[in-house]
């Protein structure tokens, strides 16, 4: 695994590669680095009408759904740690967040 930089603890797969251009700050404390990536065309075409749709730049969506999905990995961490220390979560308690996802609309 290679650690990204500036960003400590995260880890992506050796698979996984990217190229370093230019590190920008835009003055609003968000340092953004400039990378060059390869998408499936189909997946590059529907990404931009999801951006254009939103009423942002391809790479503001791009990082909006990383950033996501990033947290949602975090998330199913710290359950896996809770779990491990208290044992598994009840039950009751996944159904009533399972219905909250639901109501938020974020699972079916």
Do not use: F
């Not at 698979?15 to 404390?29: T, V």
């Not at 254009?52 to 730049?57: H, P």
């Not at 503001?60 to 990033?70: E, F, K, M, N, T």
């Amino acid at each position: 695994m290679t650690l990204l930089p500036d960003w400590p603890g995260r880890e992506l797969s050796a698979a996984c590669s990217y190229r370093w251009y230019e590190q920008i700050d835009y003055g609003d404390g968000m340092a953004v680095a400039k990378v060059s990536l390869s998408l499936d065309e189909r997946v590059l075409v529907a990404a931009r009408a999801a951006a254009a749709t939103e009423g942002i730049s391809l790479s503001a969506w791009i990082s909006r759904l990383i950033d996501h999905h990033i947290g949602i990995q975090e998330g199913l961490a710290a359950v896996r740690e809770y779990e491990a220390e208290h044992g598994p979560i009840p039950e009751e308690a996944r159904e009533n967040a399972r219905r909250v996802l639901r109501d938020l609309g974020v699972i079916e």
